[in-house]
């Protein structure tokens, strides 16, 4: 997987993206929010869920679920 | 210290000309604090909202059509010259643009007005209908189209393209049709208004990304500015729009400069498919409407220009913060219909 795309993104805390080379914009939880920065600091994908299930007090497999469902939306607008 | 510059395209209206969005950007520029400018508004019917834009622009006259031909144009910008001491004529417009280059260095040395524009060769090199060998150049790709000097061209060619596809002016105007019959009614109304070639141009399902910027004439551009256009009106025009830092897109305009060695105001406009790739739908010769969106976020190229042709000390960078929405708006003004019959009788005002 490709992040290049990704470091470029301006991310703010209530979960506003901007993508400078394209204008576009989106929207994401708090969830999101923590998924990006932590692949924008260059943690791979498979030591997310583990953060993601610290942080919101969730089950391991809805940790896996949630952060490969929004990779899966990453790819989808390619942004990964 | 008096600096007089008269800009045309001051109609600000649905689809609106650069001349106010240029005047602006002057206003509100550096240079404004140096000297005393005075602005001169060059237009082309008496309904033009720029001629009673007093808070901007000084003073306005009317212009005779460019189709009255190049004597009655000069005529006309001696009589300006006279009153008012023209330093520098920003033309805004595409269809005036080949008298202006006519008449550019018989302007400068009778009258010592400046002017940055293409050459005759420069200004056919951007043309819709030579795209392909422009594109080739600038390494984009662009969109099928057929350019057409007849009705039966027309036909042949939309039924080749097939729909959806675009249809558009020699100068202005682009229509997307849905159908054969659509495309109909759009070449239809084109041909009434500005005459042939009509183009008809694949249909390229994207984002639209522009590029305004100002080339020397040697090869260089002195300042480049990229957005994305977010929302338009039904006519295509641009509503609000976002700065971005598009380096491909930034790169092709960069190339088309140096290729064509570009002078003066341009628009580069682009579609980039989902798959990234950049398709040239066209050049604009001039500055575009939303050349103040530049000039707001820090590349006013109207104030480049001008420092250019007066010989004065210019910035040439592009750097600019992306991020930056345009917000276009509507607005009204009152005024006596004694301007209105000053502007319709005298033909100034």
Redesign the interface.
């Known amino acids: 997987m490709e992040f290049e795309r990704l470091k470029s993104l301006a991310i703010s805390d209530s979960g506003f993206i901007f993508d400078p080379a394209s204008g576009h914009s989106y929207t994401t939880n708090g969830t999101g929010v923590s998924i990006i920065t932590a692949l924008k600091s260059g943690a791979n994908p498979g030591d997310i869920a583990p953060l993601i299930m610290e942080e919101y007090q969730v089950s391991p497999d809805d940790a896996e679920r949630d952060v490969a469902d929004f990779l899966d939306g990453l790819r989808k607008l390619m942004l990964i | 210290m008096q600096l007089t510059i008269a800009v045309s395209g001051i109609n600000a209206i649905d689809n609106p000309g650069p001349g106010t969005g240029i005047v602006r950007a002057l206003r509100e520029s550096a240079l404004a604090a140096e000297v005393d400018l005075r602005i001169i508004g060059l237009a082309y019917d008496s309904m033009e909202p720029g001629i009673y834009m007093h808070d901007i622009i000084d003073k306005s006259y009317l212009m005779p059509y460019p189709s009255a031909g190049r004597d009655s144009f000069l005529n006309r910008i001696a009589h300006i010259h006279e009153r008012e001491n023209l330093s520098v004529i920003i033309s805004a417009l595409d269809a005036e643009l080949p008298l202006y280059i006519d008449v550019k260095d018989m302007l400068r040395e009778r009258f010592g007005i400046r002017m940055l524009i293409p050459d005759r060769t420069m200004f056919q090199l951007r043309d819709k209908t030579r795209l392909k060998e422009l594109a080739e150049r600038i390494g984009i790709k662009v969109p099928e189209y057929t350019v057409c000097g007849s009705y039966g061209d027309f036909t042949a060619a939309v039924e080749s393209i097939g729909c959806p596809c675009m249809v558009k002016g020699p100068f202005y105007e682009a229509f997307k049709a849905y159908s054969p019959a659509e495309a109909d009614e759009h070449f239809h109304k084109i041909v009434n208004k500005w005459g042939y070639p009509v183009i008809v141009q694949s249909f390229i399902k994207g984002?639209e990304?522009n590029v305004i910027g100002c080339g020397d004439g040697k090869g260089a551009d002195f300042g480049l500015f990229a957005?994305?256009k977010?929302t338009v009106t039904n006519l295509g025009k641009v509503w609000n729009?976002?700065?971005?830092?598009?380096?491909p897109v930034l790169e092709a305009a960069r190339s088309m400069v140096e290729h064509l060695h570009w002078s003066g105001g341009f628009e580069l406009e682009t579609m980039?498919d989902?798959k990234?790739d950049i398709y040239l739908i066209e050049v604009n010769p001039r500055f575009p409407a939303w050349v103040y969106m530049a000039a707001a976020a820090g590349i006013n190229l109207p104030e480049r220009m001008v420092r250019l042709l007066t010989d004065r000390v210019f910035e040439k960078h592009s750097n600019y913060s992306?991020?930056k929405l345009m917000i276009r708006f509507t607005g009204e003004m009152l005024r006596d219909i004694a301007d209105f019959e000053k502007i319709a009788t005298v033909g100034e005002l």
């Open positions: 984002d990304y957005m994305r977010m729009a976002v700065s971005i830092d598009n380096k980039v989902a990234g992306s991020g």
